[in-house]
């Protein structure tokens, strides 16, 4: 069992909030991952429950649901904020409560930070990232020792109603969130409660098989071949340095008709080859380059993505930079210690 405690004043004052709450809103980061929609709708199914008769509870995402998630139960209420950045704005004036889940800053909702950090309602945040931003939230619920927000909200449920609400629905979107920010429990998955929550969710008869393949076996024809050419011409490794990278430009993504969400899991291939410690992929979007990196043993991937204005976790972190493609692969390159070296011929045999 999780075995950190909760401030039992902090429990008790988020509880009495949710009850008095006519309108809740919850929101998680840009670009959202399984993490991100496995615990803004868990925690929507939890609140429909726990708050009062007549209660609004509105899930959003600043871009929206990605595809690979739309299976999730009730995904179709999450509203899209970037349609609409002045409804979201009414929207913060008219919340009782906020709830951003999966995210240590405003900052994280892109287009819609403005409006939360002015919103005068209650504000929670519940998430497992480093260094949570605690002046723009009333209550903070964090733990970046744990794998992941779903696993935090399963324990903080657990905390303020025990059983009560935790059914089918919302322990098939937590166990989505958990079993996708470990890497199908291959990393941040150290302590015995990620596999004791898995225990727990896995017993309302979620069928873990068919969540892993809605997730993941899910690949368009354009994907496949995208990743085909992303192994073949677009990977630089560095055997000497132990670090694998990938740079996709604008160009690269309209080529195949790919984006952001495609690219979910395609840096972890950096990290297949047995010699290779870090990885690295660039991913150019209009006016900035997203970074992700990831890294196995000592490396701390973290310490890296802070100082490209990011951050993340040991070994799995990122940023987004507000430099072209090629400034920021320079920088990467940089960071990374491969800035002078010759990357491995691919081509080459033997």
Same mark, same amino acid.
């Given at each position: 069992m999780y075995t950190k405690q909760f401030d039992s004043q902090d429990i008790t004052k988020f509880l009495q909030w949710i009850a008095e709450a006519r309108n809740i809103l919850l929101v998680s980061h840009m670009n959202a991952d399984g993490d991100a929609?496995?615990?803004?709708?868990?925690?929507?199914? /939890?609140?429909?429950?726990?708050? #009062?008769?007549?209660?609004?509870?509105?899930?959003? =995402?600043p871009n929206g649901c990605p595809k690979n998630f739309e299976w999730l139960p009730e995904s179709g209420r999450i509203v899209k904020g970037e349609n609409d950045t002045q409804a979201w704005?009414?929207?913060?004036?008219?919340?009782? /409560?906020?709830?951003?889940?999966? #995210?240590?800053?405003a900052s994280r909702t892109d287009? =819609?930070?403005?409006?939360?950090?002015k919103a005068r309602c209650h504000k929670v945040l519940i998430d497992h990232h480093h260094n949570p931003d605690r002046e723009e939230f009333e209550l903070v619920f964090s733990d970046p020792e744990i794998s992941s927000s779903c696993e935090l909200v399963l324990w903080l449920s657990q905390a303020m109603w025990?059983?009560?609400?935790?059914?089918?629905?919302?322990?098939?979107?937590?166990?989505?969130?958990?079993s996708t920010d470990t890497g199908g429990f291959a990393f941040s998955c150290e302590q015995p409660s990620c596999f004791e929550a898995a225990s727990m969710l896995v017993r309302y008869d979620i069928h873990p098989a068919e969540i892993h393949n809605l997730i993941i076996n899910t690949f368009s024809v354009n994907r496949m071949q995208f990743y085909g050419f992303a192994l073949s011409e677009r990977l630089r490794i560095y055997p000497d340095q132990r670090v694998a990278l990938m740079a996709f430009s604008l160009d690269d993504q309209k080529r195949f008709g790919v984006g952001g969400e495609d690219m979910e899991g395609l840096v972890n291939y950096t990290l297949m080859m047995k010699e290779m410690e870090v990885g690295a992929l660039l991913r150019e979007e209009v006016g900035r380059t997203k970074v992700s990196l990831r890294a196995k043993y000592e490396v701390n991937v973290n310490h890296i993505a802070q100082q490209l204005g990011?951050?993340?976790?040991?070994?799995?972190?990122?940023?987004?930079?507000?430099?072209p493609l090629d400034e920021t692969l320079r920088e990467v390159e940089k960071l990374l210690g491969v800035e002078n070296a010759k990357p491995l011929d691919c081509n080459s045999k033997g």
């Open positions: 929609c496995g615990s803004l709708m868990g925690l929507t199914l /939890l609140y429909d429950q726990a708050s #009062m008769i007549g209660c609004s509870v509105t899930p959003v =995402l704005e009414r929207m913060t004036e008219e919340a009782d /409560l906020i709830v951003g889940v999966d #995210m240590n800053a287009m =819609l930070a403005e409006p939360l950090r025990g059983d009560r609400f935790l059914n089918r629905e919302v322990a098939t979107c937590l166990y989505a969130g958990l990011g951050g993340g976790h040991t070994k799995a972190a990122g940023a987004t930079c507000k430099m």
